[in-house]
C-alpha cells in the first residue's frame, strides 16, 4: 500500500534521484516486523507505527521533489529501516521471553510433582 504509493510518487519527482534502495529497506524492514508479530507487542508496536510514519514523511518529500527534500526523504528511510528492525526485534525479544517463561514453569512443575 505504501510502496505502491510511493513508487507512483517517485515516477513523478523530479531532477534529484529518489532514494530507491532505501526505501525499499525500509518498506522490507517494516514488512518483517509486521510479520514478526510487532503489532502486537506494545513497544514493538510503537517503532512499527514510527517506520510507517517516517516512510510515508520520506513519500511525500519525494513527491515534493528537489535535491534537498531527496535528502531528507533519505535520511527518514533510514530512520524508517532501524525503527522497522527494532520492532521486529523487540517483537522476537518478547516472544523468547514467553518461551522462557512456559519454560520455567514446566520444569517447576516437574520438579514438584517429582518431589511428591
Known amino acids: 500500500m505504501v510502496r505502491s504509493t510511493i513508487l507512483a510518487v517517485l515516477l513523478a519527482a523530479c531532477a534529484a534521484a529518489p532514494p530507491l534502495k532505501q526505501l525499499d529497506l525500509a518498506t522490507g ?3 518483517s516486523a509486521e510479520h514478526g508479530g510487532a503489532a ?4 514493538a508496536a510503537l517503532y512499527l507505527q514510527l517506520a510507517q510514519e517516517q516512510t510515508k514523511r520520506a513519500g511525500d518529500l519525494i513527491a515534493a521533489g528537489g ?3 531527496m535528502k531528507a526523504a533519505n535520511r527518514l528511510l533510514l530512520r524508517a529501516q532501524a525503527d522497522g528492525e527494532l520492532a521486529r526485534v ?11 517463561a512456559q519454560a520455567i514453569e514446566r520444569v517447576e512443575a516437574l520438579e514438584a510433582g517429582g518431589a511428591k
Do not use: Q
Open 29 to 31: 524492514s517494516i514488512h
Open 90 to 100: 523487540i517483537a522476537e525479544a518478547d516472544r523468547d521471553r514467553v518461551a522462557a
Open 40 to 43: 502486537d507487542v506494545p513497544r
Open 67 to 69: 535535491e534537498d527534500n
